[in-house]
């Protein structure tokens, strides 16, 4: 089994930064693509940004300029660095990871979510 914990989440004022976080722990043999989510109030959850092992990284045109995604491969760690934050940022942002589990289970897991509010 393959958990993943977000942090960082916040209130912040537009304009601002906003960095996210999500640790995966548990029975990994091997991460191969992580991301983050988002779903605002009444939509549905969509993809905000991804990246694979070897750092590939692609990301929703609405983000693109503004957020960056990275990862730490020794941390089984991935990243979220949000600028210039609008109030259309605010969502519940989720974590995603897949990859191969000890004894060659494959994995699909997410995590619980962070709250990220822009708002003055």
């Known amino acids: 089994q393959v958990q993943l914990v977000e942090s960082g989440g916040g209130l912040v004022q537009p304009g601002g930064p906003l960095r996210l976080s999500c640790v995966a722990s548990?029975?990994?043999?091997?991460?191969?693509?992580m991301g983050w989510y988002r779903q605002a109030p009444g939509k549905q959850r969509e993809l905000v940004a991804g990246?694979?092992?070897?750092?590939?990284?692609n990301y929703a045109d609405s983000v693109k300029g503004r957020f960056t995604i990275s990862r730490d491969n020794a941390k089984n760690t991935v990243y979220l660095q949000m600028n210039s934050l609008k109030p259309e940022d605010t969502a519940v942002y989720y974590c995603?990871?897949?990859?191969?589990?000890?004894?060659?289970?494959?994995?699909?897991?997410w995590g619980r979510g962070t709250q990220v509010t822009v708002s003055s």
């Open positions: 995603n990871a897949e990859g191969l589990a000890l004894g060659d289970y494959p994995f699909d897991s």
């Open positions: 548990g029975s990994i043999f091997s991460i191969y693509g």
């Open positions: 990246i694979t092992r070897g750092g590939r990284t």
